[in-house]
């Protein structure tokens, strides 16, 4: 099958790619992307020159670059990760999520809607989405698929705008879609600007850790291989319109995750007394309109798809901080740029 993976330059999207091309290696892969800041074709080197992989540069604002990638490669299937995905660049430029997320999904449905006309039910069109779009939780409770939306930041909001989007493709023109919701993914490749990745690269360089106003707010977090099963089974075996809360039953508070990575971190980089990772934690005025938490409820995808996390968190969080460790090059590279300037204005602005 000739797959289309939007945004496969990205975190969860080169991590995608390096499993699919191993579990399915009959599968052509186009990997469509226009390399933002987040996206990374390094991420990609080990299959650069595979066979059945393909980079296609393109931006899914201009409808012209999506048809000429549908055209040139005939694309059969979709599974669109593209966006722009970290919240607190939402609050600086929310247009830019709205362009991507919102417009770019509309212009990738309706080429993929063009280009399928006659069998649009026989193509699978897989979209990726966030659990926050149904908003923030108080102290108990899960996000179901039932939840309604209650998207809170511009990200969480675009995000909502594409998977209503994505809904309404399968029910007006049977569009054969499927919409997964996941919880914070952590990983290898993923961009040191969201907290896991920011607070191991702080720690290796003895910057501040900044922890947003006290540190209570709660995530769910999930190893990025273990969402790359679920993607990979809801594309295979789900059936056309549904959707799938995906997640790791793996809550931690801010300040607890920090400082467990902290204490891994004084470990193997023998840290102690004032040298200790703690001691960097700095606590930060708090992002506007913070999320308290998100929980989700996995029980559809692990009873229907029979889905489960592999990896535990001890597992998949030593990998992580190993991976980056072993990777400082990498760090330093997709940091050069861009990310000097977001920085100063994130942290050293407010
Ligand atoms: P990322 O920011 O690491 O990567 C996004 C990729 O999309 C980059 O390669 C970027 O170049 C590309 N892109 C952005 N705008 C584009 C455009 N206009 N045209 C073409 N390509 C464009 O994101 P990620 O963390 O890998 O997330 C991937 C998807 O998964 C997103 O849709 C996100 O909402 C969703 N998601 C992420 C998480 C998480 O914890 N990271 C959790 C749940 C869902
Ligand atoms: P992040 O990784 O940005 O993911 P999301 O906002 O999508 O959940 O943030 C995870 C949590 O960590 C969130 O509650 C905000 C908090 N956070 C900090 O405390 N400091 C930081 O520098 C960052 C980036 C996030």
Redo the contacts with the bound molecule.
Sequence with gaps: MKIMITGGAGFIGSNLILSWLENHPEDILVNFDCLTYAGNLANLKEIENHSNYHFYKGDLRLPKDIEAAFEKYQIEAVIHLAAES???RSILTPDQFIQTNIVGTFNLLETAKHFWQTELSKHRFLHVSTD?VYGSLGESGYFQETTPYRPNSPYSASKAGSDHLVRAYYHTYGMNTIITNCS?NYGPYQFP????P?LIKNCMEQKPI???GN?S?I?DWLYVKDHCCAIDLAFHKASAGETYNIGGLNEWK?IDIVRYICRYLDEKLNRSGDNSCQQLITFVKD?PG??QR?AIDASKIQQTLSWQPEFSFEIGIQETINWYLDHQAWVAQVTSGEYQKYYIQQYEKR
């Design positions: 970290h919240v607190d926050e914070n600007e969201k907290l896991i920011l900044p922890v947003y540190g707010n995530r801010n992002r913070h999320d998100y």
